[in-house]
């Protein structure tokens, strides 16, 4: 009887988006996710203390906003008991300078331990994992968990995308409303901005752009986080809005085609590799991946990204089952 009430306590309790690490995009997803309303949030870090904190600042805001949403922090992950997301964010950021590839060695140590977590304690949840580098560390999180490869992905592709739509609206002035655009491949150094696959209020993007300006916002699109780190230490804003907007197309249904590092056999002529895809997003998590007709160009940048991120698999096999 009293077991059972501890069962029904831990169900009516349970939070359904659990987001570890409580760090600054974190806390950035956490406070997203409540304006949206998507459901009540857990905070889980290792650090006593600030889990709790941001959660208490960030419940002050829904306040403000009179949002019934809850945030709570833990550093105990049992809380994480029967949620259906969980965001994968705990490890350290780039310092100005490195690349996110610099950060494999310690964050795969990391994400490993946090992966074995989740399977442990959520393991009917869907995982989004966000920490760098992204395409080696969802790989590893997805072959931990064990879970099925429709339910562990990456957030960069659309983080990659709202950076370069951002340059396509200071370039030519149209409203970020009528910009539709699509970047794949690796999130780091060879991502793939599709200037082909872009347009304006549905007319092609090379209409509106030189080649000279489309070569320009395809190189900044790849430098800016770098630009961002180095003014002010990491990037927050942009990832944790990201990652609602992807946690909202599965909840509601919406099936919306978002670019993220999913598992690939097969598709693009590749194998047993995560990295950054347009698929359709929706309540089963990927649906399905969509394949583009590269031409030799885009695909030779794909390449790269295969490369490099076989290249990271490969340096942390050890980590994988
Ligand atoms: P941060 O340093 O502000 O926060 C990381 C948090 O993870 C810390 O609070 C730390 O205590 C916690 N942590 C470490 N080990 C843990 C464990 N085993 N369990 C629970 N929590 C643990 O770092 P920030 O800026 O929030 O970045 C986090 C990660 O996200 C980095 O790897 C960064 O490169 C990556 N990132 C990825 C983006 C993407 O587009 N995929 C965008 C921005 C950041």
Do not use: W
């Amino acid at each position: 009887m009293f077991s059972k009430l501890i069962i029904y306590l831990k169900i009516i309790h349970s939070m359904t988006i659990t987001i570890v690490g409580s760090g600054r995009v974190g806390a950035s997803v956490a406070l997203n996710c409540g304006l949206r309303e998507l459901d009540d949030i857990l905070l889980l870090d290792v650090i006593e203390g600030l889990p709790q904190g941001e959660a208490m600042d960030i419940n002050h805001q829904l306040s403000e906003n009179g949002i019934d949403s809850r945030v709570k922090g833990s550093t105990s992950y049992e809380d994480m008991v029967n949620s259906d997301f969980v965001v994968l964010v705990a490890g350290l950021g780039r310092k100005p300078g490195m690349t996110r590839m610099d950060l494999l060695n310690k964050n795969a140590n990391i994400v490993k331990d946090v992966s074995n977590k989740i399977s442990k304690h959520a393991n009917d949840a869907t995982v989004i994992v966000v920490t760098n580098p992204l395409d080696p560390m969802t790989y590893l999180a997805l072959k931990t968990t064990g879970f099925k490869k429709n339910n562990v992905f990456g957030m960069g592709g659309m983080l990659d995308l709202a950076r370069f739509k951002s340059f396509i609206h200071d370039i030519t002035g149209s409203s970020r409303k009528s910009i539709q655009a699509m970047v794949i491949s690796e999130h780091g150094e060879n991502m793939l901005p599709l200037i082909r696959f872009s347009s304006i209020g549905g007319i092609p993007l090379n209409e509106f752009l030189s080649n000279e300006q489309s070569q320009e916002i395809f190189e900044r699109t790849k430098k800016v986080a770098a630009e961002v780190i180095a003014l002010k230490g990491a990037t927050v804003y942009a990832p944790g809005n990201a990652v609602a907007t992807m946690i909202e197309s599965m909840k509601k249904n919406k099936k919306q085609v978002i670019p993220v590092s999913a598992y690939l056999e097969g598709e693009y002529g590749i194998s047993d590799l995560c990295i950054g895809v347009p698929v359709i997003l929706g309540s089963n998590g990927i649906e399905k991946i969509i394949e583009l007709q590269l031409n030799e160009y885009e695909r030779k940048i794909f390449d790269l990204g295969v490369t490099s991120v076989k290249e990271g698999i490969k340096f942390m096999q050890s980590e994988i089952k």
